[in-house]
């Protein structure tokens, strides 16, 4: 019979996926093993690692904006600013935002910014907080609208 589970303990996770008598016979040795090693690392359970943010219970390490910009499947300029709020909001926790830190995250993702997305990126915007995508917090400072946030928040899981 095939089974799955997943154990997370600080920054190390473990997923298995195959013979339920693996988890009825080893996973207590399992377990023991990756308390030993949290143990012997010096991690508390609940301090997230260098690069990671804990964010509504979750843990993103890592993430580019040219990562979530594909998982997003990104066409446009549009996407891009998405990809890149999405990336200082939950990666970064750097919410509001302004649009000088959003066009920086946006350069990062090289292969797919275009020099034309400076250019337009005014038009860009006005659009997206049109849409209710974004939220404007101020002069030329930026948040995610709460409906988007489940979207983007996926993409980085």
Known sequence: ???????????IEVEYEGESAFIKKDLLALIKQLADLLKTSGIPLDTPTHGAVAKGGKMHTG???LAIAKKLE??????????AAAK???????EPFSRKKLLAE??????????SYTN???????RLVADGKLLSAGTNTYTIADKEKPKL?????
């Not at 200082?88 to 750097?94: A, E, G, I, K, S």
């Not at 946006?106 to 020099?115: I, L, N, Q």
């Not at 928040?153 to 899981?157: D, L, P, T």
């Open 63 to 65: 993430i580019t904006t």
């Open 1 to 11: 019979m095939e089974s799955r589970i997943k154990i997370k303990m600080g920054s």
């Open 74 to 83: 990104y066409k446009s300029g549009p996407d891009l600013i998405m990809a």
């Open 120 to 126: 337009n990126m005014s038009g860009y915007l006005d």
């Open 88 to 94: 200082l909001t939950f990666v970064d926790q750097n």
């Open 106 to 115: 946006m350069k990062t993702a090289s292969g797919v910014f275009k020099k």
């Open 153 to 157: 928040e996926a993409a980085i899981a």
